[in-house]
């Protein structure tokens, strides 16, 4: 498969944003039959929510919160990453362990994670570490269930390779598991860094004075639906900002890697 040119990539990536864009500000402007397709009072438009986002950052109105939200999601990310691998590794190498643990540890994957963000609420109270919490529950487990699976699909024939020319276990971590595991790791760290966002956005919403997710909280409270897709904009504009970055460090580690087939 021949890969797509980067510019010819982005032309049309513009282009489903410009076509999206202009569908919602036309349903919601133009009348078709006396009717909006897309009405007003529910959807807003481009144009407001993109009033309201110049809005929030000229007037310095959104640092305080985007701040917050930050601090939240980059703890909770580095938290439940740091948890994930290690807790993977450990499981992966310690098949006792991994057996006498499955149960738990399916069944605490399975709790729906809103019931859990009162109970870190009554715990540790509305600051930021409630939020961070509730971040690391839902990263944790993405990346412990793919960096259990990446040293487990070591390739036997590496690995009785290598322990015959005498590598010790320290070895054997450094430069056979660890390699296995780092694509399946940063595999789920791209997944992981929306869920961060969530556990925070979503426990500013149930309570909190500060972050996007209040402020998206605030907005509805008053059925401002330009604020309330102006936080969401937000969000998702920070979401590829910190994917960008993780992608950065992806390519800086993985530099061995083959590139893929047609590439």
Do not use: C
């Not at 430069?175 to 997944?191: G, K």
């Amino acid at each position: 498969m021949t890969p797509i040119p980067r510019g010819r990539l982005l032309f049309w990536q513009v282009l489903v944003a410009v076509v999206a864009l202009t569908v919602w500000q036309v349903g919601a402007t133009v009348p078709i039959g006396g009717t909006y397709l897309l009405p007003k009072f529910f959807f807003s438009t481009p144009a407001d929510v993109g009033a309201r986002i110049w809005k929030l950052f000229a007037t310095g109105s959104i640092w305080k919160h985007l701040w917050i939200t930050l601090t939240e999601t980059a703890l909770a990310f580095i938290i439940g990453a740091v948890g994930g691998v290690v807790f993977g590794f450990w499981f992966a190498r310690k098949p006792m362990v991994a057996a006498i643990f499955d149960p738990y540890v399916k069944m605490a994957n399975a709790l729906p994670r809103v019931v859990l963000a009162p109970i870190f609420m009554l715990w540790l109270g509305l600051g930021i570490w409630s939020k961070v919490a509730l971040g690391v529950t839902l990263v944790f487990f993405i990346v412990f269930f793919n960096v259990y699976q990446g040293v487990k699909e070591v390739s036997p024939v590496v690995l009785a390779n290598a322990r015959m020319i005498g590598m010790s276990e320290r070895q054997l971590f450094r430069h056979v598991y660890w390699p296995s595991a780092l694509s399946w790791v940063f595999s789920s760290l791209h997944t992981s860094v929306g869920f961060a966002l969530v556990g925070a956005v979503v426990g500013e919403y149930l309570g909190a004075a500060a972050g996007l997710g209040y402020l998206i909280h605030e907005a509805e409270g008053v059925f401002d639906v330009a604020g309330v897709f102006a936080g969401m904009a937000i969000l998702a504009a920070f979401v590829l900002f910190i994917d960008w970055i993780v992608t950065k460090i992806e390519n800086r580690l993985l530099v061995w890697r083959p590139q893929p087939a047609g590439g």
